[in-house]
């Protein structure tokens, strides 16, 4: 049996912790596809290609391809 002196099970406050961060770690997720999702939208190219970004792997090789291709909007002038 273990003595928690300082007045109570610390489990409770780590599992508050963690839903915090928890919901942290989401607003920043959706803010970076927000940012991809304009960056992708001005280029000319689908705003759904941003959810892509999540994957990984998948990031990297779309990070790369963004880089070198063509961009649409850029034609158009």
Do not use: E, H, R
């Not at 607003?27 to 000319?44: E, P, R, T």
């Not at 689908?46 to 063509?70: E, K, Q, R, T, Y």
């Amino acid at each position: 049996m273990q003595d928690y002196s300082s007045g109570g099970d610390p489990t409770a406050a780590l599992a508050g912790m963690m839903g915090v961060m928890g919901i942290v770690w989401l607003a920043v997720i959706v803010f970076v596809v927000f940012l991809y999702w304009k960056i992708f939208s001005k280029a000319g190219y689908s705003g759904w290609l941003s959810l892509l970004m999540l994957v990984p792997i998948v990031n990297l090789v779309l990070f790369i391809w963004f880089a070198f291709a063509d961009w649409p909007a850029l034609k158009k002038s």
